[in-house]
DNA sequence: AAACGGATTGGCT
DNA sequence: GCCAATCCGTTTC
């Protein structure tokens, strides 16, 4: 059920963003597990992307973690407030990530509910990633923190889907990346509700 | 030591 | 559907 450690190290990116999709995301805190099914990705392919953080091999303390072997969480903080989790994705030195857009939940739904005080009922509960991480207890402590061990990892429940079933559209909130901004690179399944607001076609 | 700016959210109309 | 708060970590001086 939990994916090898392997399937980080495709360097095809924008193929593992759409293969993500109905991946279960799982989180162990505590004691307390939570976990949601992926249902919106973006791709985001390493020193050639302007949207990345790692455009242009920068390298600071915090892109480092992208450049590490695939398979391993990259979290950080976005307007001062949110948390971002990434699935970092390819072989030492090539930063590419997939960024977590939205779940739905699955394991623990009460346990969400108070982590994002709200009900079940409303789909912005984990719709969005700064959400989708809080509704998990994803925050910047799961920062390079290994998807194969025991406090955050990904599983396969047999959920696929067909190329017909998941929409494409550029990446969200990404307008200063110039000629990348309009990129196809934002990938959910079509249909699901939990899917963040901004262009839902 | 200080400025910068963002891979957003949610509240309000 | 639109708009504006937020705000601290990251980077640079």
């Not at 994705?89 to 108070?114: F, H, Q």
């Not at 789909?123 to 406090?151: C, H, M, Q, W, Y």
């Not at 559209?169 to 990348?180: F, K, M």
Request: proline fraction near 4%; charged fraction near 25%.
């Amino acid at each position: 059920m939990k994916l090898n450690s392997d399937y980080y190290l495709n360097e095809d990116v924008i193929s593992l963003a759409k293969d993500l999709l109905g991946k279960v995301l799982y989180t162990k805190i505590e004691g307390e597990i939570t976990a949601g099914v992926i249902t919106e990705t973006e791709a985001y392919f390493g020193i050639k992307d302007k949207a990345s953080h790692a455009f242009g091999s920068r390298r600071t303390a915090r892109t480092e973690t992208m450049f590490a072997q695939g398979g391993i969480a990259y979290v950080y903080l976005c307007y001062g407030i949110h948390n971002l989790f990434n699935v970092v994705t390819s072989p030492k030195d090539n930063p590419n990530a997939v960024l977590v857009r939205s779940i739905e939940p699955l394991i623990g739904v009460e346990i969400i509910e108070e982590r994002r005080s709200m009900p079940r009922t409303k789909v912005a509960i984990s719709a969005g990633p700064g959400s989708a991480a809080k509704a998990l207890g994803i925050d910047r402590t799961f920062n390079a923190k290994d998807l194969s061990g025991d406090e955050i990892w990904i599983e396969d429940h047999q959920i696929y889907f067909n190329p017909d079933q998941i929409s494409i559209s550029p990446r969200v909130g990404v307008a200063y990346a110039q000629e990348h901004a309009l990129l196809p690179l934002r990938f959910f399944v079509k249909g699901n509700k939990y899917v963040s607001k901004p262009n839902k076609v």
